[in-house]
């Protein structure tokens, strides 16, 4: 009697109206709207990176677009997952409310990641990466500080909030539109919808098409990878044809992961990775010691003659300091005047190279003399950053230098104080150490004049009886930029996007030039070996290889008495960061025993043209060597590319064919990463092993490998102690 009571407007619709034909069509529909989603944020990476576009032939980004198809659609029939077992359950497929929701949320979060990736990809030419996860670690407070003042924050949640409503219109719209026609009046046997063996047919069909989907390729082997997408000459479009909401995964995955894991793998013996890399790294200067125990350790014995009538050393580290926009390499914006007049005064490597991407691979590349490892990148932040290595801070505690240590921010960020402790540094000025200074910048500290002022007095209150090794690190070029409100230079513009970074840059030029210029007359200064490096470079629109060097191409600069006389005004040696301690220990002189992972640039043979082994930051696991003017890019699981390159004014880079020398830089490519890696995680890194006691033991010789044609490797063992 109730039930005949009821209002006709108010009957339920029977399962036609949510039957599995609407439920397939709202799948379908569904699915084209994803994929239209994701084609509109890779148009709008593309326009809002358009000047990276440069000579690009339009075909390739056709080309990106349809390899971002195959990726999109994994990601689409990853979020489709509930629809698509939905089809076995009349009751899910009648929840379309719920179903809608999970789409529209989804569609959300890839909208969120999409304008995410449009000043992520701007700052560091990679699509989403372990970076995000990076700096989601360090301290909360600065890294939302440096959002919220560096990045347009408000506009992109605008954005977000404007789209994403837009998503949840349109699937609402299509959740209607694709309702079958309600059935008030059915057979008993309509009313459990489609019969079970129908909705399991169904369902395997989706299954076999869904799989070829989420491979991405009919090929046999692997399923789609990221390098599927690298089919075209240029890396930007290469970049665009990855899916942001993929990309993040696989480094969440890699993330999560024990980084032991995504370590470099051993391709070779390693008897035979190590004979290699020690005919690589070990010159005429050095007896190698510890054969059994310690891979490259030896005792380096520099050239009499190359040694300088210098006592103290002061590191500077200057941040992004890219060597596209120095005037002395070749620029002509005058970004770099300061610079360029020192340039004048010392010595220039103009082939120079960061070992990464990221101020943390800089500091323990320059200063621990280890390279960047694929599983590694933010070693200082490892168990394994907790090893010793026979970086500066080892070699000159042991002669008994005092240290400082002069920084603009905090020295918790990329557990700096603890990995410099650690390493033999003891004294430390940081940002809660200045006083009124001109800029007090709430993410990142003080400004480089004042890091320079107060470096200034540091220097000159250290102990004279005893000489001195100092690190001084700038900062104001880094995002948000830490710089006056009456700016000591002219902003730069005509750079579009580049300006403010290009402005930052100057900044940090000038205060360098007044630093110097205010201890040019100090005592100590005669008795000084200045070596001024950058951390990293940016990106630039320019693309010379597919292993963007200009982010990694920085100025060397060692300035001290008498280097012009001994050994020139230029260099075009290559090298890396991890040159630099052996450099330094070469011009001070006396025999040192180290495991550096480079050598010292100024005591090489005159027809070596230096090697260096280059990594950007992230889970980017391409790796690179360049030897001479020649670049081998290896990226993961893919096969090896040569290129030849010419950086400075006029830069330009080419793909050579394979020959007779890519077999040869593979394999030391490969020995060089294999053989530090195993180094690192036996902690077989140091100067010597703990509790050892450098004995005068006679020397003996070594066997050389066959393909080397430098005479015997000397052979020192030393005693334990």
């Known amino acids: 009697m109730l039930s005949s009571m009821r209002r006709p407007g108010r009957q339920r619709p029977l399962p036609g109206f949510y039957g599995l034909a609407a439920h397939l069509r709202f799948t379908s529909a569904s699915a084209l709207a994803l994929l239209a989603l994701f084609a509109l944020l890779r148009l709008g990476l593309l326009l809002f990176n358009r000047e990276l576009i440069g000579s690009t032939p339009l075909g390739s980004f056709f080309e990106a677009f349809g390899n971002g198809l195959r990726f999109d659609l994994r990601v689409t029939v990853y979020i489709l997952l509930p629809l698509l077992l939905g089809v076995l359950s009349v009751r899910v497929m009648a929840a379309r409310g719920l179903l809608r929701l999970w789409v529209s949320v989804c569609a959300s979060l890839a909208i969120l990641l999409g304008l995410i990736e449009l000043n992520f990809y701007r700052e560091f030419h990679q699509r989403l990466n372990s970076l995000v996860f990076q700096y989601l670690q360090e301290d909360p407070a600065t890294v939302l500080s440096m959002l919220w003042h560096g990045f347009p924050v408000l506009q992109l949640l605008a954005a977000w909030g404007v789209v994403s409503a837009a998503m949840f219109a349109l699937f609402r719209w299509l959740e209607r539109l694709t309702r079958g026609a309600p059935v008030l009046h059915s057979t008993s046997a309509s009313r459990g919808g489609a019969a079970w063996y129908t909705r399991t047919a169904v369902f395997t069909l989706l299954v076999l098409v869904c799989v070829v989907a989420a491979r991405g390729t009919l090929r046999q082997g692997p399923p789609l990878r990221w390098g599927d997408a690298f089919t075209t000459e240029s890396m930007f479009a290469n970049h665009l044809g990855l899916n942001a909401t993929l990309s993040l995964y696989d480094a969440a995955r890699n993330r999560l992961s024990s980084h032991r894991d995504n370590s470099w793998k051993a391709t070779l013996p390693s008897d035979q990775a190590q004979s290699i890399t020690r005919e690589l790294l070990l010159t005429d200067n050095d007896q190698l010691v510890d054969a059994e125990l310690a891979p490259v350790r030896r005792d380096f014995r520099p050239p009499v003659d190359g040694q300088l009538p210098v006592r103290n050393v002061v590191v500077i580290l200057m941040e992004s300091f890219a060597g596209r926009f120095v005037g002395a390499l070749g620029s002509g914006e005058g970004i770099t005047p300061n610079f360029d007049r020192l340039a004048e005064d010392g010595l220039l490597f103009s082939r120079f190279f960061a070992n990464g991407t990221h101020t943390h691979q800089g500091m323990f590349a320059s200063m621990a003399c280890f390279p960047n490892l694929p599983g590694f990148e933010y070693l200082m932040q490892t168990p394994e950053g907790g090893n010793r290595f026979s970086g500066l801070p080892q070699l000159l505690s042991a002669r008994q230098f005092n240290d400082v240590y002069v920084y603009n921010g905090d020295f918790a960020w990329d557990n700096q104080s603890g990995f410099f402790s650690n390493q033999g540094m003891t004294r430390f000025i940081g940002r809660g150490d200045y006083v009124d200074p001109v800029v007090a910048d709430p993410t990142w500290g003080v400004s480089d004049q004042d890091m320079f ?19 001084l690190q700038t900062l104001s070029n880094h995002t948000p930029y830490a710089l006056p409100e009456q700016l000591p230079v002219a902003p730069v513009q005509g750079h579009g996007n580049l ?18 210029d205010r201890v040019r007359g100090e005592p100590w200064y005669a008795q000084t070996l200045f070596v001024v490096v950058g951390d990293h470079g940016f990106g630039v629109p320019e693309e010379v290889t597919e292993m963007d060097l200009f982010r990694f191409n920085v100025p060397l600069l060692l300035i001290a008495p008498g280097i012009t006389e001994r050994f020139g005004s230029r260099r075009d040696v290559v090298g890396t960061q991890v040159d630099v301690v052996p450099t330094i220990m070469g011009r001070l002189g006396g025999e040192v025993r180290h495991q550096c992972w480079g ?19 992230g889970s980017d696991q391409t790796v690179a060597m360049i030897r001479g003017d020649r670049v081998l890019v290896q990226p993961k699981e893919q096969s090896a590319r040569l290129y030849r390159y010419r950086l400075g004014a006029n830069p330009h880079g080419e793909r050579l064919a394979p020959d007779s020398d890519t077999a040869q830089l593979q394999r030391q490519l490969e020995a060089y990463l294999q053989t530090a890696t195993a180094s690192l995680l036996g902690n077989r890194s140091a100067d010597r092993e703990r509790g050892a006691v450098p004995g005068g033991v006679p020397l003996a010789r070594a066997v050389v490998p066959a393909e080397s044609s430098r005479p015997p490797i000397l052979v020192r063992q030393a005693t334990e102690g």
């Open 453 to 471: 002022a107060r470096a200034a007095e540091e220097l000159g209150q250290l102990d004279r009886g005893k000489p001195f090794y100092a690190l």
């Open 499 to 516: 300006d403010q970074h290009l402005t930052a840059m100057r900044y940090s030029d000038w205060a360098l030039g007044q630093f110097f």
């Open 599 to 617: 050598r010292d640039l100024l005591s090489l043979a005159v027809n070596d043209p230096g090697f260096g082994i280059i990594k950007p930051s």
